[in-house]
């Protein structure tokens, strides 16, 4: 059985706190970083975008509607990653300043 005293056993969950931390922040800032400006995310809006032109062109109104639904749901994607990340870099920092509580507590 480990015997640990208070002391450690504070530090071991400060570093623990600390690791869940650099996690969360890293995985915060790779998906802001790579998944909202993704290049297939940009080529399946030029090529909606370049349906809706041509419905307009060839007074096709269904072709136009569901291009506009399409760039709509391609906005909402967006976003919704762009929370993600924003949420995860957030956690991140939370943990960082539960960590230092914990330290700080450490006599």
């Given at each position: 059985?480990?015997?640990?005293?208070?002391?450690?056993?504070?530090m071991l969950m400060a570093g623990s706190?600390?690791?869940?931390?650099?996690?969360?922040?890293?995985?915060?800032?790779?998906?802001?970083?790579?998944?909202?400006?993704?290049?297939?995310?940009?080529?399946?809006?030029?090529?909606?975008?370049?349906?809706?032109?041509?419905?307009l062109a060839d007074d096709i109104a269904g072709l136009v509607g569901n291009a506009s639904a399409l760039l709509e749901a391609l906005n909402q994607l967006v976003r919704t990653t762009s929370g993600v990340g924003v949420f995860l870099i957030l956690v991140g920092f939370m943990l960082f300043a539960?960590?230092?509580?914990?330290?700080?507590?450490?006599p």
């Open positions: 059985m480990i015997n640990l005293g208070v002391e450690q056993f504070l706190l600390l690791v869940l931390g650099v996690i969360s922040l890293a995985a915060g800032v790779l998906i802001l970083t790579f998944r909202v400006g993704g290049k297939d995310i940009h080529t399946l809006a030029s090529q909606t975008a370049r349906m809706a032109q041509k419905g539960s960590a230092y509580s914990l330290v700080t507590m450490v």
